[in-house]
């Protein structure tokens, strides 16, 4: 892609170098914009030919990109060819870059970037994203956001790359806590209340139920034995926990639908209690199962007995854990999906966790643990409303509306829309969104809510506003689709800027696919934003900003 300019480039290189032009495509990028100087359209790293040579049997790299360039010949597409550090540079034909950008844009619309020959190639896989993940009988935690943001990220831009993605919703529905619940409901419970509101009553009962649990042997030996009454199937207990699970899917289903999410199956470690005792049996049968002091059964994954290497996978009264647990969903989704590619998307605090899972399905024998992949996230502190801090994602997103409503009512140019509160709600949300994709994921990062809510600088509002914008002005001019537009209008250094911008949209998405980071999408639409409002007839540029959408922030489908 880049309009194909990068295959033209490769093609002069290949005859040059004797290399098919395919093992020269990635070496050729796009040139980021400066305000400072005018800049070439694409480079060619020098070194990235250079192959492994070592330091002592490496040849100038400056030396051999002056050479390079000296060979290289001007034609129709590139009208100049110079030299920077390590790199041959590369101009387009001005009049060839205009017309040629500006169609592709029209042509691909939305799917611009993504038919690029970076991805060219690059085969197909059948995906599983696994994301979101609440317990069960919980309300909706403000600590699961970032998981359902990020996930859902991922999911978007692998389906839209022309993968098979299936999402997953792996539900805390099973362990310890529900032999807890358990007994605190029939302690504390009121049916009443259950019906009336949930999960907020099923909260309260959980608080109650372990502060006595803490101070009265009984109620915790009572939590015991309903957990144990679960596992081994008994009917009332079953009966209880199916009615707190189905009132909980409900409540996330209307969550997930506000924040624009779905999900392909809802999946939970209920699924896999009896499937876990499997598990535990095939662990046993190839020695790798030990039985401690304790009566509990553990995984010793360095071999000689390195505490930090020993993974418990079950209790002493025979009861399964989170990790036997997450074993046999893993087989259980190969089994079914065959999958090339699955993404667990948690916080940082799981990465031994996973790294354990990984590694024991690599010891039983499955080779494809490889293809498993763990996307660690950091924390978000100071997540506070103005009557505290948050607990719960719901209050994070009435007081997303509530804000974003006074922001609204507070700038003199904001128009009336039909629904002020959704389109609050929407703005807001994608706000929040861009503001958590700014940095490295794993990165721990303050929250604020006037950062969000600023209406100018490298803000979701400001990108929401300067989309309204162009909007507004799309249908106040009814420019519609520049299918008949004046190339000479657009060679002033602000518009080619843009055009150059554009060029770099296949390498970002490339990027963010390899890395899974959506920080590269989120720069290059503030950068762009930032070209557009600067160029002086931003109006001719109207529709190429409408084309590209936001496409991968969007929260509905």
């Not at 020098?46 to 490496?58: A, E």
């Not at 690029?116 to 197909?124: D, N, T």
């Amino acid at each position: 892609m880049a309009c194909g300019f990068r295959r033209s480039i490769a093609c002069q290189l290949s005859r040059l170098l004797d290399l098919p032009p395919e093992n020269l495509i990635k070496s050729i990028s796009a040139v980021p914009i400066s305000r400072k100087e005018e800049v070439a359209d694409f480079q060619l790293s020098v070194d990235s030919l250079l192959g492994n040579n070592n330091d002592h049997s490496r040849p100038d790299v400056q030396v051999q990109a002056t050479r390079l360039a000296e060979k290289l010949k001007c034609d129709t597409v590139v009208s100049e060819i110079s030299t920077g550090q390590g790199t041959v540079n590369f101009k387009i034909n001005r009049e060839l870059l205009t017309k040629t950008v500006l169609q592709q844009v029209i042509k691909d619309g939305s799917k611009y970037g993504l038919n690029s020959e970076l991805f060219s190639g690059l085969p197909q896989k059948k995906i599983v994203v696994e994301f979101s993940s609440p317990n069960v009988a919980k309300k909706f935690h403000v600590g699961h956001l970032r998981s359902t943001i990020i996930g859902n990220f991922i999911a978007n831009l692998k389906e839209a790359l022309g993968h098979q993605v299936t999402r997953i919703n792996y539900l805390g529905d099973w362990g310890m806590q529900f032999g807890l619940l358990g007994t605190g409901f029939q302690l504390f419970g009121y049916e009443e209340k259950l019906q009336s509101n949930p999960l907020q009553h099923l909260f309260e009962v959980y608080v109650q139920v372990n502060k006595e649990a803490a101070d009265n042997k009984n109620v915790a030996k009572s939590a015991h034995e309903f957990f144990q009454r679960l596992e081994l199937g008994d009917m009332q207990a079953l009966e209880l926990w199916q009615k707190f699970r189905d009132l909980s899917i409900e409540e996330y289903v209307r969550i997930y639908k506000r924040l624009g999410v779905h999900f392909d199956e809802y999946s939970g470690e209920s699924f896999y209690r009896e499937k876990s005792q499997e598990v535990l049996k095939l662990l046993d049968s190839k020695g790798l199962l030990q039985k401690t002091i304790k009566g509990t059964a553990i995984v010793d994954l360095s071999g000689n007995g390195d505490p930090s290497s020993i993974c418990t996978v079950m209790r002493s009264d025979g009861t399964s854990l989170y990790a036997t647990r997450d074993l046999a969903a893993a087989i259980d989704r190969m089994d079914k999906y065959n999958f090339d590619t699955m993404i667990y998307v948690t916080d940082k605090g799981q990465k031994k966790h996973f790294q354990q899972v990984f590694q024991m399905l690599q010891i039983m024998g499955y080779d494809w643990a490889e293809r498993c992949q763990h996307v660690p996230f950091g924390v978000v502190q100071g997540m506070k409303t103005r009557r505290g801090e948050v607990t719960f994602l719901e209050d994070v997103l009435n007081e997303i509306r509530s804000r974003m409503l006074q922001n609204m009512a507070s700038i003199k140019t904001t128009k009336e829309v039909e629904n002020p509160q959704e389109t609050a709600e929407r703005v807001g949300l994608a706000a929040l969104i861009i503001q958590d994709f700014k940095g490295v994921l794993l990165s721990d990062y303050q929250f604020s809510w006037d950062r969000i809510f600023q209406s100018r600088g490298d803000t979701g509002v400001f990108l929401q506003y300067t989309h309204a914008r162009l909007h507004s002005l799309e249908e106040t001019f009814g420019c519609g689709y520049l299918n008949d537009f004046n190339i000479a209008c657009l060679q002033e250094p602000q518009s080619v800027s843009i055009l150059q911008h554009l060029l770099r949209f296949d390498e970002v998405l490339y990027r963010s696919s390899q890395d899974l980071q959506p920080r590269h999408i989120v720069s290059y639409l503030l950068t762009l934003r930032n070209a557009v409002i600067r160029v002086s007839a931003f109006q001719c540029w109207i529709h190429l900003l409408m084309e590209l959408g936001f496409d991968f922030f969007k929260l509905r489908q």
